[in-house]
Structures are given as C-alpha cells and as structure tokens.
C-alpha cells in the first residue's frame, strides 16, 4: 500500500519528466510552468495513475522490468507474424476463421493487454470479449481446434504475461 | 547502414500492407494487412531513424511517439472490426473443395 503523499510525488515526477522531455527547455520560466502544471494535473489525476491497492515497492520495480521485456518478446513477434503476412498478400493463399480462445489471465489490465497485443501481431484480430474468452478473427487458421487454436495464438504472449499480471 | 536497413524493411512492411488492402476479399481481412503491416512498417522505420539520429532528445521524442503507436493502433483496429461484427457482417470463407 502507497501512501497518499507518495502517489501524488510519483505522479509529479512522471509528469514533470514528460514536460522536460517534452519542451527541452531549461529556462527557470519553462521550469517553473511546467512544475505547477504538473502539480495541478497530478493533484487531479493520481488517484487514477497509481491505484490505492498496488503492490508493493519492490513488485513495482519488477512489474516495470517484465514489461520492458515483454515489449521486445512483441516486437519480434510482430516482424515474424508480418513476414507471414506479407507472403499470405503476395501469393492470396489465406483461410479466415473466427476462433474462440480462453485465457487464465484473471486480470483486468492483463486480459485488455493480451488483446491488444493479439491485435498488433498481424494476423489475428481480437473482436470481443466476454468474461475470459475471447473471439480472434484469424487470417490463416491452421486449425479450428479450440484448445489448439488458442496455443498457436497466445503462446509465447500469454506465457510472459502471466509472470506479469497473474 | 543498419539505419537504412530498418528503415528499407519498413517501407517494404508498407508496401505490401498497402497491396494487401486491394487485393484481400473483405473487410476483416483488408483490417489485418493495412492496420497490422503498417504498424510493423512504421515502427520499423521510427527504430531506423533513433538509430540514425543516436541517443539524443530527438530520438526520446521519437520513443515517446513509438510508444503512443503501440498503445492506439491495437485499440483503433479492434474498434472497426467490433463495429464490423456487431453490424453482422460474415467473414469471408474459403470455399471448399467437394
């Protein structure tokens, strides 16, 4: 559990980091807008940034690493799916399926996550969601098997995932 | 050199994601070719110009923008293909052979 004062500092920082980023201005007047306006955004918003009932400090820190990873884990998976796509448009041979997959994720921010990265890996589009099982509209389905469908799917994603979120 | 490699590769992505959208039956799969390839495309290319530019401000803001692809463009695509689905519109199938 966070205290209230170490949330609004964490949100401050982070704003204030972005303004730097940002304006790339050092001048005291620059500075000194863009703490206030961090102050101001962060006094509004970070009951939402940082949720009361998040983990402690040193899950955070590891929270942060697994998901630098897993953007990499995403980025080659991307460049292999869209190497497959690509040959799919260049010789026409494709076989579109709407499969049902279910994912042990229990999460809500980790389900959302999953979908959005079934989505960005060409190939497979997330059309709905309910409760824990999700519809994929599938460019070439090898099978319509629903336990197997869901493997050659999620793989590798879920796999990582599920050491992030649980 | 590995700058115009990443870049190139992009280009390619979205070529090809452009040659899907005419060529693919109907909307579903035309989503998967222009949303998917590109955003491959377009990432590559982003990473080929930080690593033309090296660690500098530009480069963070690029990151930044990177970043911003890889969080709308999934949310984007799942929005037009849900609006598909609940409008009722059929994937398109293969025939099969009898």
Same mark, same amino acid.
């Given at each position: 559990?966070?205290?209230?004062?170490?949330?609004?500092?964490?949100?401050?920082?982070?704003?204030?980091?972005?303004?730097?980023?940002?304006?790339?201005?050092?001048? +005291? &007047?620059?500075?000194?807008?863009? &703490?206030f306006?961090?102050?101001?955004?962060?006094?509004?918003?970070?009951?939402?940034?940082?949720?009361?009932d998040?983990?402690?400090?040193?899950?955070? =820190?590891?929270?942060?690493?697994?998901?630098?990873?897993y953007?990499?884990?995403?980025l080659?998976?991307?460049?292999? &799916?869209? =190497?497959?796509?690509?040959?799919?448009?260049?010789?026409?041979?494709?076989? +579109?399926?709407?499969?049902?997959?279910?994912?042990?994720?229990?999460?809500?921010?980790?389900?959302?996550?999953?979908?959005?990265?079934?989505?960005?890996? +060409?190939?497979?589009?997330?059309?709905?969601?309910?409760?824990?099982?999700l519809?994929?509209?599938?460019?070439? &389905?090898?099978?319509?098997?629903?336990?197997?469908?869901?493997?050659?799917?999620?793989?590798?994603?879920?796999?990582?995932?599920?050491?992030?979120?649980? | 050199?590995?700058? $115009?490699? *990443?870049?190139?590769?992009?280009?390619?992505f979205? *070529?090809?994601?452009?040659?899907?959208?005419?060529? *693919? %039956?109907?909307? $579903? !799969?035309r989503?998967?070719?222009?949303?998917?390839?590109?955003?491959?495309?377009?990432?590559?290319?982003? /990473?080929?110009?930080? /690593?033309?530019?090296?660690?500098?401000?530009?480069?963070?803001?690029?990151?930044?923008?990177?970043? *911003?692809?890889?969080? !709308?463009? %999934? /949310?984007?695509?799942?929005?037009?293909?849900?609006?598909a689905?609940?409008?009722?519109?059929? %994937?398109?199938?293969k025939k099969?052979?009898?």
């Amino acid at each position: 559990m966070y205290k209230k004062s170490v949330r609004l500092v964490l949100t401050f920082f982070v704003l204030m980091s972005f303004w730097l980023v940002l304006s790339q201005n050092l001048q +005291p &007047a620059s500075l000194l807008i863009g &703490a206030f306006f961090s102050f101001l955004v962060a006094l509004l918003s970070y009951d939402f940034f940082i949720k009361p009932d998040e983990g402690m400090r040193g899950r955070a =820190i590891r929270t942060i690493w697994l998901l630098l990873v897993y953007v990499f884990v995403l980025l080659y998976e991307m460049f292999l &799916a869209s =190497i497959d796509v690509v040959y799919r448009v260049i010789t026409m041979d494709i076989n +579109p399926e709407v499969v049902m997959i279910k994912t042990d994720i229990k999460s809500d921010l980790g389900i959302v996550l999953l979908a959005n990265s079934i989505t960005l890996t +060409p190939g497979t589009i997330t059309i709905d969601i309910e409760g824990d099982h999700l519809y994929v509209h599938w460019l070439y &389905a090898r099978t319509t098997n629903f336990g197997h469908a869901a493997e050659l799917i999620k793989g590798r994603l879920e796999h990582w995932l599920g050491r992030i979120f649980i | 050199m590995i700058a $115009y490699l *990443f870049i190139i590769l992009g280009l390619v992505f979205i *070529f090809f994601g452009t040659l899907g959208i005419i060529r *693919f %039956p109907d909307i $579903y !799969t035309r989503l998967q070719t222009s949303s998917k390839c590109d955003a491959a495309g377009a990432i590559a290319l982003l /990473v080929g110009l930080m /690593v033309r530019e090296g660690l500098d401000s530009l480069s963070l803001r690029i990151l930044i923008i990177l970043m *911003f692809l890889l969080l !709308t463009n %999934p /949310v984007a695509s799942h929005a037009i293909a849900r609006s598909a689905a609940i409008r009722g519109i059929k %994937p398109w199938r293969k025939k099969k052979k009898c």
